[in-house]
């Protein structure tokens, strides 16, 4: 489905139709929306009254949080993949005694207590949890109370493990592809493909010959899958202004015609959006970011200057529904595309899938589980498998449309350390009261990549995985 709309409609409608949501909760939670006479039979106010969290150790760990109210409705929120939980439940004394259906006002109120990277992901979870709980409330899914809903599907890009043989990286693509019949596809260029090949590095950047070395595999991989899927590159590792040029003129080539290029410069770089600027200008590969920025004021330079051919928020964390959804809009104005990274369970998968749904330069969403063989069956509610025909469907039950499997789920937690007593979800008293930011990063409370996650397992190869499970 489609519709034609401005784009200066967009801000404007979703600003009214969330003042006017809350208006129509803030009745309903109060027994006036249907006979303001019946006072007597009014609930308390709507109040939020806890947050707790497990941890799921997939390929990633899954830091996931409830949002439990004083009325039985609980919403469900996802913290930045390979994050820490307590990212999240930091946040407890700010959010506890607040009405959830305010999320503008709860979420600016948070804004100081996130970051880029994985210090995004505290808010982000949060965000989503106050949308899933909206949409029960008002009994309608989350992509209403964000926009206008512009599609019914949205379409999946695999992420595809990198191999030191072009031959099994290709035969991977391609087993990727046509399991899950995909549209789009990204390989990983990394630094390590390069290993042992002269002239592949000069002063510690890759060369014109390792950018060659680089293009074997994107070339096997154009064998496998053919030219009717999209097929884009990360991970490169040091780049410089020139070799990101270089690169992208490299890969332009029809017989490897990629999609784009990701993250060339990090965002963290200084310099960073003038350099990526003046690569976005000369490449003639599509450049793509980033998924590490917080924000609509981190994306804002890169989006106004032109520093980006396509935005590539990762909900998780970019600070949810509400402030990724004011990214693409932002990008939308200026003539840019959005895609969503994610690599975190089927809760973080439904919030970006409700906010994907809404944007309309939207082009596909990152799925980076499609080696977990429970990963759908992590949650409830929604058909299965979840990805179909290359695509995932949006869901149309209230709030985020789905619940969390406990037999399944509780079958691969991780149990952080820290928490006063870790589990499923429960009561964590060491967060009633403030906690010292840095106090927290010292004791790894909170912070960056944590290199955990992964599960015992038997690979594709036949071959016992990670079998000393520190968990």
């Known amino acids: 489905m489609t519709t034609n709309v401005t784009k200066d409609e967009i801000d404007m409608n979703r600003r009214e139709f969330l003042k006017q949501s809350t208006r129509w909760a803030g009745m309903a939670a109060a027994g006036m929306a249907l006979n303001p006479a019946r006072t007597w039979s009014r609930p308390t106010r709507l109040k939020i009254t806890d947050i707790r969290g497990c941890t799921v150790a997939s390929n990633y760990d899954y830091p996931l949080i409830k949002v439990y109210t004083n009325q039985d409705v609980y919403g469900l929120g996802e913290v930045r993949d390979a994050g820490h939980l307590g990212q999240a439940l930091i946040l407890k004394p700010y959010l506890v005694g607040k009405d959830p259906l305010d999320i503008e006002g709860i979420m600016e109120s948070l804004r100081p207590y996130s970051g880029h990277g994985r210090f995004g992901g505290g808010f982000s979870a949060v965000d989503m949890a106050l949308f899933d709980i909206a949409g029960k409330v008002l009994g309608v899914p989350a992509y209403k109370i964000l926009g206008q809903k512009v599609r019914d599907r949205i379409p999946v890009y695999g992420d595809t493990n990198a191999s030191q043989d072009p031959r099994i990286l290709a035969q991977r693509a391609k087993i990727r592809v046509e399991t899950w019949k995909l549209k789009h596809l990204k390989i990983d260029l990394v630094p390590r493909l390069l290993k042992g090949r002269e002239g592949a590095f000069e002063n ?36 410089t202004v020139a070799s990101g040029i270089q690169l992208g003129e490299a890969m332009a080539q029809p017989r490897r015609k990629l999609a784009y290029i990701e993250d060339v410069i990090p965002y963290s770089a200084p310099n960073a959006v003038e350099m990526m600027r003046q690569i976005t200008e000369k490449s003639p590969t599509p450049t793509l970011g980033y998924e590490d920025l917080f924000g609509l004021s981190g994306f804002r330079p890169f989006i106004s200057e032109g520093a980006v051919s396509m935005v590539h928020p990762d909900m998780e964390t970019s600070g949810g529904l509400l402030e990724t959804k004011r990214i693409a809009d932002l990008a939308y104005r200026y003539g840019i595309k959005a895609m969503f990274h994610h690599a975190g369970s089927p809760i973080g998968a439904m919030a970006s899938i409700h906010c994907a749904c809404t944007i309309h330069d939207f082009v596909c969403m990152e799925n980076h589980a ?46 952080p350390k820290y928490l006063h007593k870790a589990g499923y979800f429960e ?42 499970d520190t968990r």
Not at 407 to 412: A, F, I, N, R
Not at 445 to 465: F, K, Q, S
């Open 204 to 239: 510690g950047v890759v060369s014109d010959k390792g950018i060659e070395y680089w293009a074997e595999y994107v070339e096997a991989v154009r064998d496998a899958i053919g030219y009717d899927i999209s097929l884009g590159a990360d991970h490169f590792g040091r780049m």
């Open 370 to 415: 499609m080696d977990i063989p429970w990963w759908d069956d992590l949650v409830t509610g929604p058909a299965k498998p979840l990805i179909q025909d290359g695509h995932y469907t949006v869901p149309e039950r209230p709030g985020l449309g789905v619940e969390l499997n406990d037999e399944v789920v509780q079958k691969y937690l991780r149990e």
């Open 427 to 468: 009561p964590t008293p060491e967060f009633d009261e403030p906690l010292d930011w840095q106090e927290a990063i010292k004791k790894r409370i909170i912070g960056g990549y944590t290199a955990r996650g992964p599960w015992v397992h038997i690979d594709e190869e036949g071959n016992l995985v990670n079998r000393e």
